[in-house]
C-alpha cells in the first residue's frame, strides 16, 4: 500500500519562529489533507490541498503531486500551535474518501 | 453546525469484557468513518459507511469488532471480547460525501483494556 513519510518526527521552536513540515507519499493521490491534532486530542483539518497552494492565516501548504510531496508551513508560531500535525492522503485508486495517515510531526513551541 | 459527537469520554475495561462506543455525525453527512488511534501513531481506518452501507471495513478485526449504522444517521462500534492491544483512542469522523470533502472528526473515546 501507500506510505506516507512525515518529517522531521519532532519540532521544538520559539515563539515567532517559523517551519517548514513535509510529507512524503509514495502514489499518486487524488486526496490530500493536513490535519491538528491538539493537546486534548481533538483533530482539526487544516487543509485539503491535493495540489496546488492555499493559505489561511500564518498557515500555508503547497502540494506538489507530481513529486508526491506536500509542504505545510507555519509563520510567526504561537504556543497554541503546539499539537502533532499530521499529513493524510487518498490514493488514486480508491476514491472511497479512505485516508491513510502518516506518523505525524510533533510540534512544541515556547513562550 | 453542531459537530461529531461521541460518547463515552473515556472507558475502562479488563480484558476480555466487551465495549460500546457510540457516534453522532455532523447533520447531513453521508459518509462515516471509525479511526483507530494507537499512541504515538496516526488513525488508521477500521470502517466506513456510506449512509449506511458498508464502503471499506478491509482493517476492522472482524473475530472481535463490529459496527453498524443502521438509519444512516448515527453508529455504535463493539468490542467484543477486548484484547490489552485494543487499548487506543477510538476516533469517528464524517464528511459531507465519499471523496472525502469536508472531513470532520469527534472528540474520540479514550479506551484502557486492563
Known amino acids: 500500500g501507500i506510505q506516507v513519510e512525515q518529517s522531521p518526527p519532532d519540532l521544538i521552536l520559539q515563539e515567532g519562529a517559523n517551519s517548514t513540515l513535509r510529507c512524503n507519499f509514495s502514489d499518486s493521490v487524488n486526496n490530500l489533507q493536513w490535519f491538528h491534532q491538539n493537546p486534548w486530542g481533538q483533530l482539526i483539518n487544516l487543509f485539503y490541498?491535493?495540489?496546488g497552494t492555499k493559505q489561511n492565516g500564518r498557515l500555508s501548504a503547497t502540494t506538489v503531486a507530481t513529486e508526491r510531496y506536500s509542504l505545510l508551513y507555519i509563520s510567526s508560531s504561537q504556543t497554541t500551535d503546539s499539537g502533532v500535525y499530521f499529513c493524510a492522503v487518498e490514493t488514486s485508486s480508491s476514491n472511497t474518501g479512505k485516508l491513510i495517515f502518516g506518523q505525524g510531526t510533533t510540534l512544541q513551541v515556547k513562550p | 453546525e453542531a459537530g461529531v459527537a461521541q460518547s463515552p469520554r473515556y472507558k475502562i475495561i479488563e480484558k476480555r469484557q466487551s465495549v460500546a462506543f457510540w457516534c453522532n455525525p455532523i447533520s447531513g453527512h453521508a459518509t462515516l468513518y471509525w479511526y483507530q488511534q494507537i499512541l504515538g501513531q496516526g488513525p488508521k481506518l477500521l470502517i466506513q459507511?456510506?449512509?449506511?452501507?458498508?464502503?471499506?471495513d478491509s482493517q476492522l478485526p472482524k473475530d472481535r469488532f463490529s459496527a453498524e449504522r443502521l438509519k444512516g444517521v448515527d453508529s455504535t462500534l463493539k468490542i467484543q471480547p477486548a484484547k490489552l492491544e485494543d487499548s487506543a483512542v477510538y476516533l469517528c469522523a464524517s464528511s459531507l460525501d465519499s471523496q472525502g470533502y469536508g472531513y470532520t472528526f469527534g472528540s474520540g473515546t479514550r479506551l484502557t483494556v486492563v
Open positions: 490541498i491535493p495540489s
Open positions: 459507511f456510506q449512509n449506511n452501507g458498508v464502503v471499506d
